[in-house]
């Protein structure tokens, strides 16, 4: 394979639910172009030129948040945080649809979209160009044949490393025990250290936390949620 061919990726997740509503629909055609860096896409950019970032966020610090669900902690932080540009990927194409919704009545103006899969977004982002990293209730795939498909796999955590700064953030919230251990293992293997002195530093929420829908869910079903936050070397 060439260096600019597309590689060959499994993808495993949802891409799409119910059907979009009209006012959903109306979202993704007027707004989703202008907020998504063009560099992601394969057919405009075979080459996979980098993104230039100063460009795209007038020269703001970076955050990447991977697998922004229905998008409310990504505008959270986007309007708690103005002076930071944050690029959200998510493949499912409903979950954006809320988000460009919640954009609107924000109106925030410091987010990118990539509507597809973080990888091809790892492939365009410069080295050490990111300066938090979130990884909120991923997909927990809780049978152990599919532990292969969670994120916190060499697959998905060597780029990851990959493009975070030296000192860089990088939080994972989820509520399943058996994600924590599998992180734990292997996100320190990757150039992390887990910054936790005590129980707290993984029970209680991070000071600018908002919870999501798929939190609620998890304490209204009784699982506790663990809040794990890492620094690279």
Known sequence: ?????RPRRNFYGRLKGKSLKK?????????????????????????RTPLELDTLFDGRKVWLEIG??????????AGQNPDVGIIGCEPYINGVAMLL??????????????????????????????DRAFLLYPDPWPKTRHHRRRFVTPEHLEPLARVLKPGAIFRVATDIEDYVRQTLEQVPQHGFDWLAEGP????????????????????REGRTP?????RKR
């Open 101 to 130: 919704g919640k954009i609107r009545r924000a109106g925030v103006d410091n987010l990118a979209i990539h509507p597809g899969d973080v990888r091809d977004m790892f492939d365009v982002l410069p080295e050490a160009s990111i």
């Open 200 to 219: 707290e530093d993984w029970r209680a929420p991070w000071d600018d936390w908002l919870s999501t829908r798929y939190e609620q869910k998890a304490l």
């Open 1 to 5: 394979m060439s260096d600019t061919e």
């Open 226 to 230: 663990h809040y794990l936050t890492f």
């Open 68 to 77: 922004f669900g229905g998008g409310e902690h990504l505008v959270h932080q």
């Open 23 to 47: 006012s959903q629909k109306t979202y993704i055609d007027e707004d989703l172009d202008a907020l998504s860096p063009g560099a992601v896409d394969w057919d405009a950019n075979p080459d």
